[in-house]
């Protein structure tokens, strides 16, 4: 007579499958979201370690030595410029 919904009802399924597909999409999206400064995207430091295939300590040498771009946020968050990670590479010939 009646049709109630529950956890075994094929619809409930289907829709749980569904908010658990946008959840996971809206997850991957958080993780890979870079919010751009002026038109300039920032990567962190790990991210500029992974991309240059070097360690913490020596982007920090790096950084010691100013050759490489920098900027300071709350004197200990350190951001680099994408676009002056390329040049670096560029006017070094990788």
Not at 42 to 51: A, H, I, N
Request: charged share 25%.
């Amino acid at each position: 007579m009646f049709d109630y919904l529950n956890s075994e009802s094929e619809e409930v399924k289907a829709v749980l499958a569904q908010l658990s597909e946008a959840k996971q999409a809206l997850q991957q999206a958080r993780d890979n979201y870079r919010p751009s400064i002026l038109d300039e995207r920032y990567l962190t430091g790990e991210e500029v370690c992974r991309y240059l295939h070097i360690s913490p300590r020596t982007l920090q040498t790096l950084r010691d030595t100013r050759q490489i771009p920098f900027t300071v946020i709350r004197g200990w968050v350190f951001l680099y410029p994408e676009s002056g990670i390329k040049n670096i590479l560029n006017k070094n010939g990788i």
